[in-house]
């Protein structure tokens, strides 16, 4: 049983405690797969990724994909057709409902998906707000626009009086 520490973390940052939670929510679902279906996790661009998904035998209306507070999943359930029976020497291509689930990042957003050769791709990428985004403070050398800070406070004050 793998268990991390986090008191360290604790100890010397204030609102992290989240991470902890996801790390622990990340170890419980991969414990709870299979690891059915296999997929791939590409990094494009620096903010663009895609999820690719080996989903052979299913059509689209067999797959359904969800986001919902940074968690994406993506499930497939196999409509039951009538099955002719089948004596099968080696059955290698599963044909098994499945639902499996990642954890976005911050700001992250699905672009797209699209199914194409029995591969289901699902893009993604990472959008900052424009509010988050680092600003660059232009620095004035005009001596006449240098504000005093007694002077701002200076009617709030005689009004007090």
Same mark, same amino acid.
């Given at each position: 049983?793998?268990?991390?520490?986090?008191?360290?973390?604790? +100890?010397?940052?204030?609102?992290?405690?989240?991470?902890?939670?996801?790390?622990?929510?990340?170890? #419980?679902?991969?414990?709870?797969?299979?690891?059915? %279906?296999?997929?791939?996790?590409?990094?494009?661009?620096?903010?663009?990724? +895609?999820?690719? &998904?080996?989903?052979?035998?299913?059509?689209?209306?067999?797959?359904?994909i969800?986001?919902?507070k940074?968690?994406?999943?993506?499930?497939?359930? +196999?409509?039951?057709p009538?099955?002719?029976? #089948?004596?099968?020497?080696?059955?290698?291509?599963?044909? +098994?409902?499945?639902? #499996? #689930?990642?954890?976005?990042?911050?700001?992250?957003?699905?672009?797209?998906?699209?199914?194409?050769?029995?591969?289901?791709?699902?893009?993604?990428?990472?959008?900052?707000?424009?509010? &988050?985004? %680092?600003?660059?403070? %232009?620095?004035?050398?005009?001596?006449?626009?240098?504000?005093?800070?007694?002077?701002?406070?200076? %009617?709030?004050?005689q009004?007090?009086a």
């Amino acid at each position: 049983m793998n268990t991390l520490d986090f008191s360290p973390l604790y +100890r010397t940052t204030i609102g992290f405690d989240h991470v902890s939670n996801l790390l622990n929510a990340v170890n #419980r679902t991969d414990k709870n797969t299979n690891g059915y %279906p296999h997929y791939n996790i590409e990094l494009f661009d620096t903010d663009q990724y +895609r999820i690719t &998904m080996a989903v052979a035998g299913f059509i689209e209306s067999e797959l359904d994909i969800e986001t919902e507070k940074q968690l994406l999943t993506v499930k497939g359930n +196999r409509q039951s057709p009538e099955e002719i029976a #089948r004596n099968y020497l080696h059955q290698g291509i599963a044909a +098994r409902n499945f639902e #499996r #689930r990642f954890q976005l990042a911050d700001h992250v957003k699905v672009i797209q998906a699209h199914l194409e050769n029995g591969l289901l791709h699902i893009d993604l990428a990472r959008e900052i707000p424009e509010a &988050m985004k %680092p600003k660059s403070i %232009p620095i004035e050398t005009n001596k006449s626009k240098v504000i005093d800070i007694n002077t701002v406070n200076a %009617p709030e004050q005689q009004d007090a009086a």
